[in-house]
């Protein structure tokens, strides 16, 4: 089953909310312009959970005594953590913009949103000055600030597993302590317990606030030698979490005489 994770970078992928773009070509070119040269800028990063957005911004001036065309062309990356920075495909960028023939600045802006949290995003923006004849006699690139948005999905794990003496010889007592260590609160969520291959009923846990833990408890028949001890937490995959790779423990089924523990 694919991570958590690996469904956000999916959704940020094919489904990011791509609002039209604007474009700006005045016959005369914006204050301080030529002085500026061209520039890849971020206009505005929201982080808020229900509005995630960024828009970045290219401007570049005219050439004396040019008669042509100037194009600009975004590309969107995004990445998670420290991992490497990957292109999103989404409408509006990784096209070339034009403006008319003959003026003397180019100014446009790209507003993208349905940001996922946990990622970063950047534009690469691309220059390019066209001859009226199509021949391209200058070009240019930048590389705009980060929009980072921050991680507020929950992250359920387990950990500090045991068994104890139960009421009788062949049930037990099977704890272990869930925790969220994410960055969001975690709403109810099943926890399933395996034992000698069979699912004992689900226990019902939570909410979690961040850093927040639970103890759990399951009377179970005894384990088998050898055999795997499994808990599993959102069993239902109810919560979106930053990561799915930790909600399962497993311990093997030590001696009888043992049992203070399973190792």
């Known amino acids: 089953m694919p991570t958590a994770r690996t469904l956000l970078l999916a959704l940020t992928t094919a489904a990011l909310l791509?609002?039209?773009s604007s474009a700006a070509a005045a016959n005369a070119a914006p204050k301080g312009l030529k002085k500026a040269g061209v520039q890849g800028s971020l206009a505005g990063c929201k982080t808020a959970a229900a509005a995630r957005a960024a828009v970045f911004k290219g401007s570049m001036p005219g050439i004396a005594g040019f008669k042509g065309r100037m194009e600009m062309r975004f590309?969107?990356?995004?990445?998670?953590?420290?991992?490497?920075?990957?292109?999103?495909?989404?409408?509006?960028?990784?096209?070339?913009?034009?403006?008319?023939?003959?003026?003397?600045?180019?100014?446009?802006?790209?507003?993208?949103g349905?940001?996922?949290g946990?990622?970063?995003?950047?534009?690469?923006?691309?220059?390019?000055?066209?001859?009226?004849?199509?021949?391209?006699?200058?070009t240019a690139r930048k590389v705009?600030?980060?929009?980072?948005?921050?991680?507020?999905?929950p992250d359920l794990a387990v950990f500090e597993p045991s068994i104890v003496a139960g009421a009788r010889d062949d049930v037990v007592v099977y704890r272990a302590v869930v925790k969220n260590?994410?960055?969001?609160?975690?709403?109810?969520?099943?926890v399933v317990l395996a034992?000698?291959?069979?699912?004992?009923?689900?226990?019902?846990?939570?909410?979690l606030a961040p850093g927040a833990t639970?103890?759990?408890?399951?009377?179970?028949?005894?384990?088998?030698?050898?055999t795997i001890v499994r808990f599993t937490v959102d069993a239902k995959a109810e919560i979106l979490e930053s990561s799915e790779t930790n909600n399962a423990l497993e311990r093997r089924c030590a001696p009888a005489k043992a049992s203070a523990a399973a190792r």
Request: charged share 20%; net charge positive; aromatic share 10%.
């Open 75 to 112: 590309d969107l990356y995004a990445r998670l953590g420290a991992t490497a920075w990957v292109p999103v495909d989404v409408d509006g960028f990784g096209e070339w913009d034009l403006s008319d023939p003959g003026v003397s600045g180019f100014i446009i802006k790209k507003r993208v």
């Open 214 to 226: 639970s103890l759990i408890s399951f009377q179970a028949p005894r384990c088998q030698t050898g």
């Open 181 to 190: 260590v994410g960055s969001g609160s975690a709403a109810t969520f099943d």
């Open 195 to 207: 034992v000698n291959g069979v699912a004992q009923p689900p226990q019902r846990v939570g909410p």
């Open 18 to 20: 791509a609002l039209p």
């Open 144 to 153: 705009t600030p980060i929009c980072a948005q921050p991680d507020t999905t």
């Open 118 to 138: 946990g990622y970063s995003y950047r534009s690469v923006v691309r220059f390019r000055w066209r001859s009226d004849a199509g021949k391209i006699v200058r």
């Open 114 to 116: 349905g940001l996922v």
